[in-house]
Antibody, heavy 119, light 109 residues
Framework: AQLVESGGGSVQPGGSLRLSCAVSGFTFKNYAMSWVRQAPGKGLEWVSGISGSGGSISYAGSVKGRFTISRDNSKNTLYLQMNGLGDDDTAIYYC?????????????WGPGTLVTVSS | DIQMTQSPSSLSASVGDRVTITCRASQGISNFLAWYQQKPGEVPKLLIYAASTLQPGAPSRFSGSGSGSGTEFTLAISSLQPEDVATYYCQKYNSAPQTFGQGTKVEIK
């Protein structure tokens, strides 16, 4: 399996970014996917997850109402739309494959994409 | 939300030592508990899922266990090796949010 994130970068507070994760090597629609982030020098934080069909979505409280997860199973791509970004959102964002079609732990991870929120 | 608390936050042990890390959930999560290893500068790697099932490819010196209450879990390294220097995280995944513990940094004495 291969997962490759893109779309990270530097953005001002209050700004928006859209992350993408292109996957290959497995049947994308059969697995739930998640976004996990890691602030510089800090631990892992689960951000959001989406079922294989896209019909079940969940968010961490810290991003609910600001971030939107989605997927395009025809393009084997996962997305994370991030609005209203603040300093606390500065982190490496990892795309991760879940072990099942519903929520589960993460058996494959991308290399991550860095999001920096700074004025 | 269910909180996940790891202990200790860091440890230093000698090569060959048995090392244990504990993860406590604030409520029962059955066996929906995973352990990850993150070496410095690397991406996290799944070690154990369902509290005690070793992920294919993970070294057999790693093992996991859980209490019957579904609130206390242990990751053990039977014989610590230099390549095991890393931060270890537990994660609960019975329901959202799939919270991680704060991590345990393992070093060689």
């Amino acid at each position: 399996a291969q997962l490759v994130e893109s779309g990270g970068g530097s953005v001002q507070p209050g700004g928006s970014l859209r992350l993408s994760c292109a996957v290959s090597g497995f049947t994308f629609k059969n697995y739930a996917m998640s976004w996990v982030r890691q602030a510089p020098g800090k631990g892992l934080e689960w951000v959001s997850g989406i079922s294989g069909s896209g019909g079940s979505i969940s968010y961490a409280g810290s991003v609910k109402g600001r971030f939107t997860i989605s997927r395009d199973n025809s393009k084997n791509t996962l997305y994370l739309q991030m609005n209203g970004l603040g300093d606390d959102d500065t982190a490496i964002y990892y795309c991760a494959k879940d072990r099942r079609s519903g929520g589960s732990c993460h058996d494959q991870w991308g290399p991550g994409t860095l999001v920096t929120v700074s004025s | 939300d269910i909180q996940m608390t790891q202990s200790p936050s860091s440890l230093s042990a000698s090569v060959g030592d048995r090392v244990t890390i504990t993860c406590r959930a604030s409520q029962g999560i059955s066996n929906f508990l995973a352990w990850y290893q993150q070496k410095p500068g690397e991406v996290p790697k799944l070690l154990i899922y369902a509290a005690s099932t070793l992920q294919p490819g993970a070294p057999s010196r790693f093992s996991g266990s859980g209490s019957g209450s579904g609130t206390e879990f242990t990751l053990a390294i039977s014989s610590l090796q230099p390549e095991d220097v890393a931060t270890y995280y537990c994660q609960k995944y019975n329901s959202a949010p799939q919270t991680f513990g704060q991590g345990t940094k393992v070093e060689i004495k």
